[in-house]
C-alpha cells in the first residue's frame, strides 16, 4: 500500500478483555515501531522491530503487552486483560531500515477501555 | 539515558512573523534528530532531520532547525508564520550507532498562529 495502515481504528472493549491491534507498514520497510499516545500527552515508545526480531521491548508498559511481526512485515500488539489506563491512541509507524531514516506514522487505533 | 525536552507546551505567534519552537536532547554519543508534526485529525508527518554535516537543516514547509552541539538543542524555525502552521509539533532524538536505541519523542508543542 502507498502508507502505513492500521486496524481496527476504532476499538472499544471492556476491561479484562484481550485486545489486538494489527499494523501493516509500508512495503520494503524493515523497521517498524508502536507508540501509545495518551489524550494530549507525547508519544511513549513501545517496542522496536527490525525485521521479525525486537531489539528493544524496554517500552512495553507490563507483562500483559506483547508483540510480535512474522515475514518482516504485519505486527500485532496484543493486550491482554485490559485495564481503563490502557486507553489511548496506539500508533504503529515504519521507516526503510536505518536508525537515521525518518518514520512514516500509520493513522492509529483509538482504543477504548470501558 | 536519552531525553527530549520540549520546554514550551504552547507558542503563539502572529502570521507573518518568525517563530521558533524549542527542543532540547540528551543522548550518549552523537544524535540522530527529528522533528514531526501533527495536524488536527491527521496522523504525524516527518518534517525533517539532523544525522550529520550541516548544522542547519531545511524541511518541508519551509521549516527549518539548527543542530547547536554545545547547547544540546535543535531547536525549530520558520521565517514567517502561516495560519496552517497551527498544529501539535514533536522533536524527537535517537543514539546513533546503537541497533537497540529506542527513538525518544518529547511531549509536544502545540503552535498556534494568529491570522
Known amino acids: 500500500g502507498a502508507g502505513v495502515s492500521q486496524s481496527p481504528s476504532n476499538k472499544v472493549t471492556e476491561k479484562g478483555k484481550d485486545v489486538e491491534l494489527r499494523c501493516d507498514p509500508i512495503s520494503g520497510h524493515t523497521a517498524l515501531y508502536w507508540y501509545r499516545q495518551s489524550l494530549g500527552q507525547g508519544l511513549e515508545f513501545l517496542i522496536y522491530f527490525q525485521g521479525n526480531s525486537a531489539p528493544d521491548k524496554s517500552g512495553l508498559p507490563s507483562d500483559r503487552f506483547s508483540a510480535e511481526r512474522t515475514g518482516g512485515s504485519v505486527s500485532t500488539l496484543t493486550i491482554q486483560r485490559t485495564q481503563q489506563e490502557d486507553s489511548a491512541v496506539y500508533l504503529c509507524?515504519?521507516?526503510?531500515?536505518?536508525?537515521?531514516?525518518?518514520?512514516?506514522f500509520g493513522p492509529g487505533t483509538r482504543l477504548t477501555v470501558l | 539515558a536519552q531525553s527530549v525536552a520540549q520546554p514550551e507546551d504552547q507558542v503563539n505567534v502572529a502570521e507573518g512573523n518568525p517563530l521558533t519552537v524549542k527542543c532540547t536532547y540528551s543522548v550518549s554519543g552523537n544524535p540522530y534528530l527529528f522533528w514531526y508534526v501533527q495536524y488536527p485529525n491527521r496522523g504525524l508527518q516527518f518534517l525533517l532531520k539532523y544525522i550529520t554535516g550541516d548544522n542547519l537543516v531545511k524541511g518541508s514547509y519551509g521549516f527549518e532547525a539548527e543542530f547547536n552541539k554545545s547547547q544540546t538543542s535543535f531547536h525549530l524555525k520558520k521565517p514567517s508564520a502561516l495560519v496552517s502552521d497551527s498544529a501539535l509539533y514533536f522533536c524527537?532524538?535517537?543514539?546513533?550507532?546503537?541497533?537497540?536505541?529506542?527513538?525518544?519523542f518529547g511531549s509536544g508543542t502545540r503552535l498556534s498562529i494568529r491570522p
Open positions: 524527537a532524538v535517537r543514539a546513533m550507532y546503537s541497533s537497540a536505541s529506542k527513538i525518544i
Open positions: 509507524a515504519s521507516s526503510l531500515e536505518g536508525l537515521g531514516d525518518e518514520q512514516f
